[in-house]
Nanobody
C-alpha cells in the first residue's frame, strides 16, 4: 500500500515562500508520476504541477508558472513543491498525488494560508 504524507504548510505573508514536502512510503517515488493539487474553500480541486516518473519532465498550471517549482529526491522518496512570490489566491489545502495508469494515491493535504 502506498502512503503519501504532506508537510510544510503554514501561514505566510504575500510575497513570501514555502516549501511543501510529500513523503512516499510503500513504493519508490520513481514508480509514479507525481502531482500537486490544491483545493481552495468553495472551489473545485485544481491541478498545480507534475513531475514525470523519470523526473526529467515537469509541467505547471499557468497560475503558478514561474513561481512554483516541483522537484523530487529519490534517495529520500520525497517530492517537493517550492512556492515563491505567494499570493492570497494561493491559499488552499495542497495535496500530493501519485499515479500510474489508472491507479491513484492521495495524501491528506497540508494547509497553506497567504495573508495580504
Amino acid at each position: 500500500q502506498v502512503q503519501l504524507v504532506e508537510s510544510g504548510g503554514g501561514v505566510v505573508e504575500a510575497g513570501g515562500s514555502l516549501r511543501l514536502s510529500c513523503v512516499v512510503s510503500g513504493r519508490n517515488v520513481s514508480d509514479y508520476s507525481m502531482d500537486w493539487f490544491r483545493r481552495a474553500p468553495g472551489k473545485e480541486r485544481e491541478w498545480v504541477a507534475q513531475i514525470s516518473r523519470s523526473g526529467g519532465v515537469t509541467h505547471y498550471a499557468d497560475s503558478v508558472k514561474g513561481r512554483f517549482t516541483i522537484s523530487r529526491d529519490v534517495a529520500k522518496n520525497t517530492v517537493y513543491l517550492q512556492m515563491n512570490s505567494l499570493k492570497p489566491e494561493d491559499t488552499a489545502v495542497y495535496l500530493c498525488n501519485a499515479f500510474r495508469g489508472t491507479t491513484h494515491f492521495w495524501g491528506q493535504g497540508t494547509q497553506v494560508t497567504v495573508s495580504s
